[in-house]
């Protein structure tokens, strides 16, 4: 089946740049063949997040849990997981790490990209993702923020999803919302272009220090606390033509998230390595959950916000979303 993406004509030019830097740093990997018995596919590009949602996928690395299962893990950075869609469509990009699963419940939904869950990477937890003001700001409340300009990473998605379920449940009415990537964030909330932003970690430690930004909203408050945010998501067709593939990096990443989960040190020393965090600020960043098992049920939370908020059309049905290897 040929895969066709259809893009918005806005961001066709941010993800030009970027699929062009993709398909440069992977082409050729299909033509890894593994042992018998083993992978299909040894060598698996990954578009990676500078986000604390992907700690388990460094780790992994780090600790050869990816070598242990045959396969040979490299990593893009991207700084939005749209940018790395049509490079997954074509299958230059095996795996998307950090993707924003409501991008991805959109694209199969739509039929624009047969997506699959691999494994959940990160759920809300407290202080992970904030609503940030510069220090001065005459915003000192959630109701504040009604009518304001929010800087989001991408538009009508899991920030503006989560803060205006937030800002319903305290009575609020929403803001206006501004697409600006998470590393811009700092630059324009300096400028006063907008009034606010939503970032993620490590930015929100970053801000913080660099700019004595101040919270006024907890990205984790009722009734989003504890919500799946983001994982590492794959095609249908990756997984139909390299299965024992796709299982072992499921295994790989699932160990991985059990040492995330339990061990903060082992995601404190992987941060610097690709982030801007520095190692003395890794200790006081609001780091995610960290599933160790993925949950249809709490997928199901995520599907029914965004059918409430009409950015889904119709129910999905999370276990057909989740990808379980054959027994």
């Known amino acids: ?14 993800t030009a740049t970027v699929t062009a830097v993709l398909l440069a740093g992977c082409g050729g990997s299909d033509q890894d063949s593994g042992a018998p018995g083993g992978p299909e596919k040894k060598t698996i590009m990954v578009a990676g997040l500078p986000l604390a949602d992907v700690a388990a996928l460094h780790i992994a690395m780090d600790r050869e849990l990816f070598a242990k299962e045959g396969l040979d893990v490299r990593v893009q950075p991207v700084q939005q997981s749209v940018q790395a869609l049509p490079a997954l469509a074509h299958g230059q990009v095996d795996v998307i790490g950090g993707a924003n699963f409501v991008t991805f419940l ?24 904030d609503v940030l003001v510069p220090s001065d700001s005459t915003i000192k409340e959630p109701r504040d923020l009604e009518g304001k300009k929010v800087a989001v990473n991408i538009l009508n998605n899991i920030q503006s999803l989560t803060l205006n379920a937030t800002l319903g449940k ?8 501004r697409q600006v990537p998470f590393p811009q964030m700092g630059s324009v909330l300096e400028r006063g272009q907008v009034d606010a932003v939503h970032a993620a970690e490590p930015f929100v430690t970053a801000l913080k220090r660099e700019l004595k930004a101040r919270t006024v909203v907890d990205g984790n408050a009722a009734p989003v606390a504890g919500l799946p ?33 339990k061990d903060r040190d082992a995601v404190e020393k992987a941060l610097p390595g690709y982030t801007k965090i520095k190692p003395a600020e890794a200790a ?4 995610p959950d960290y599933p160790v098992t993925s949950s249809a049920a709490q997928l199901k939370r995520l599907i029914s916000l965004m059918r409430a908020q009409k950015l889904l059309t119709k129910d999905l049905d999370p276990a057909a979303v989740l990808y379980q290897p054959a027994e």
């Open 1 to 14: 089946m040929r895969v066709q993406l259809r893009l918005p004509p806005a961001k066709l030019a941010a």
């Open 106 to 129: 959109q694209a199969r939904e739509k039929g624009t990209l047969a997506t699959r869950v691999l494994a959940e990477g990160a759920r809300n937890a407290p202080h992970m993702m």
């Open 170 to 177: 305290a009575g609020a009415g929403r803001p206006e919302y």
């Open 229 to 261: 945010l983001s994982g590492y998501v794959t095609t249908d067709t990756f997984i139909d033509k390299y299965p024992k593939t796709a299982a072992a990096f499921q295994r790989a990443i699932s160990a991985a998230q059990a040492v995330a989960a």
């Open 284 to 287: 006081a960043i609001g780091l």
